[in-house]
């Protein structure tokens, strides 16, 4: 799978790749800053929790559907989880799967690539095979 960065949506999906996979969202403005500052600290629903948002590679189709359905313009962000270290917890949240949550902020040198998500008419996504 061949990731490259690509910078002209609205909205950017978070995954980080193998060994651990990890998904989040982001609005174009805050990866714009997040580039900008070499680090991102969270959206407020993030702020609001304390912690940034994933999912792991498994759990990126649900989260695709359940939070982006019929939205254009995502991106699944690559990142190296092992670069995370000990801020990276799996926490229970939906279905009581254990989910990724970064407690402090993602630098982007842990970043791998970007891919797009491209929006089928019915509101899905085309989501990349994540794991080799």
Known sequence: MTLRYQLRSLLIL?????????VGWWK???????????VYR????????????FSQAAQVPET?????AGQAGLFLIA??????????????SRNDELFPHLYGELD????????ELHARS????DIPELIP
């Open 42 to 53: 969270g959206s407020a629903d993030d702020a609001r929790n304390g912690f940034i948002h």
């Open 79 to 92: 990142v190296d989880a092992d670069a995370l270290g000990d801020a990276l917890r799996f926490e229970p």
């Open 14 to 22: 978070l995954a980080v790749l193998p060994p651990l996979l990890a």
């Open 64 to 68: 695709a559907r359940k939070h982006f």
């Open 28 to 38: 174009y403005s805050a990866w714009r800053e997040a580039e900008r500052q070499g």
């Open 122 to 125: 019915d509101g899905t996504h």
């Open 108 to 115: 982007l040198g842990a970043v791998i690539g970007v891919q």
